[in-house]
């Protein structure tokens, strides 16, 4: 039988003490939780967990948590946009991949980037022969290299190259292209939802056999895979199954969790909320109505309305109303509840709703202990 929300989050879950020093509405962060979720990750991965996380920064881009996952033993990293790239950097990782095609400025700043961090072994994804052209020509031109992984398209159909014949070519050209050293593959399967554990494994494992054959193939022939990026929080605990010296995994959302990810996966069900916005009361516009400050600008309108929050001091209320600064919900309990009052409010997606704060407030035991910035929000940081 599944867990009710109730059980799976239960109100007592998220103590703050010094509520008066809070303004309203702010990301707080449970240290506690991060700190299980990091354990929890770490375990999930197996023995050589050191040698196979890479963990994705774009769900908190803090570099409070960055530096929490070094002082672990976590060296390698991955990002999804250049302030994230050079956050990590600037938090002392020296091991980044930055998932993403460099296109315009980027290819620029991709090379600027090498110049900055010397010493940060930096590999960027590339999906064309265009695009590794272009990071080719121009980090070239600088006269530095720059690390480069064939996108591979499991069936998702966001980004990548699906027929293997086309991965085979293109990790070939990468191996040829003057400047760019062939850093292997990066393969990610967001489209894999099954929330039983078994049929994710039935769903992975031959996408994973599809690569690891090409990967074989290459190697045969004299080309070097270095590494094999796969997974994020529903199925890196599956690919932790596979035991193959090459394979990286790349969860990201595990670090805060949330309620999307708690309710659909039961074998994630070690993780906690760590990340919440504490949010105040500040109307009653009628009998069964609370409307608290926790609008579009602090809470991420994604996924749709009625699913995009959960109060866990209010099971019962059902979102009618999200506005820019405002979230209305309706209650049995609308009584219980007067101008001022607080209560947390858990995203159902925490990963947009993280960068929509300048900082978040860090709690433990209750008790406020810090304030981390929320460093990647912007779009750019120095390159
Ligand atoms: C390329 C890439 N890798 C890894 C992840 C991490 O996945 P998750 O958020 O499910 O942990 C994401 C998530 O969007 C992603 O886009």
């Not at 796969?230 to 969790?257: I, K, M, R, Y």
Request: proline content about 7%.
């Amino acid at each position: 039988m599944t867990a009710s929300l109730q059980e799976l989050f239960p109100p007592n879950l998220w103590p703050i003490h010094q509520t008066d020093e809070l303004l309203s509405p702010q990301l707080v962060v449970f240290r506690e939780h991060l700190r299980n979720n990091l354990d929890t990750m770490l375990r999930i991965a197996g023995p050589n967990a050191l040698q196979r996380l890479r963990p994705h920064c774009k769900t908190h881009k803090m570099s409070a948590i960055v530096k929490m996952q070094l002082d672990l033993g976590i060296t390698k990293h991955k990002a999804a946009t250049m302030a994230e790239a050079e956050m990590l950097a600037q938090s002392g990782v020296k091991d980044i991949v930055l998932a993403y095609t460099m296109i315009g400025p980027n290819v620029a700043r991709a090379v600027k980037f090498r110049q900055v961090y010397p010493d940060v072994n930096f590999m960027v994804t590339v999906d064309t022969a265009e695009s590794l052209e272009r990071l080719s020509g121009q980090i070239t031109e600088a006269g530095l290299t720059i690390g480069a992984l064939v996108d591979v398209n499991p069936g998702r159909d966001r980004t990548g190259v699906r027929e293997l014949e086309k991965v085979r070519d293109l990790y070939q050209r990468v191996y040829q292209a003057e400047g760019v050293t062939a850093a292997g593959f990066h393969m990610y399967d967001g489209h894999f939802h099954q929330s039983s554990p078994e049929e994710r494994y039935a769903a992975v494992l031959p996408e994973w056999e599809r690569i690891k054959g090409l990967r074989d193939e290459l190697e045969a022939s004299g080309l070097a895979v270095p590494r094999i990026i796969c997974g994020g929080t529903p199925t890196f605990p599956v690919f932790a199954q596979f035991d193959d010296p090459a394979l990286e995994l790349s969860p990201g959302t595990c670090v805060f969790h949330d309620v999307g990810y708690g309710t659909k996966y039961p074998d994630l069900q070690d993780f906690r909320t760590a990340a919440v916005v504490f949010t105040r009361v500040v109307s009653r516009p009628t009998e069964n109505r609370v409307t608290f400050d926790a609008g579009t600008k602090s809470i991420a309108s994604d996924p749709p309305i009625p699913e995009r929050v959960y109060l866990p001091a209010i099971p019962d209320a059902q979102i009618v109303l999200h506005n820019e600064e405002h979230l209305v919900v309706e209650t049995s309990r609308a009584n219980e509840y007067q101008p001022g009052d607080w209560v947390v409010a858990l995203p159902r997606h925490v990963c947009p709703t993280s960068p929509m704060h300048k900082e978040a407030v860090v709690i433990e035991n209750g008790e406020i202990v810090d304030r981390w910035p929320v460093t990647a929000r912007d779009r750019q940081l120095t390159i």
